[in-house]
């Protein structure tokens, strides 16, 4: 799978997109596991109507998932 990733202060970001891609989640169970699931990785503002999400966080948390 090949996406562009931004990468801000040595850090590397997927947006929702690309996290939607990455996980086959679909926005609504993402928004979902965004206010239910204190596992879940935190989302990042990247820009005014951008949000993002650590790529290691991201891998930690599908690699502790059942």
């Known amino acids: 799978m090949e996406y562009t990733m931004r990468k801000i202060e040595d850090q590397v970001f997927l947006t929702v997109r690309q996290l939607m891609q990455k996980t086959s989640l679909s926005r609504p169970t993402i928004s979902r596991l965004r206010r239910l699931d204190e596992n879940f990785p935190r989302a990042r503002k990247l820009g ?19």
């Open 48 to 66: 005014p109507r951008r949000i993002g999400f650590l790529v290691t966080e991201i891998d930690n948390w599908i690699a502790t998932r059942p």
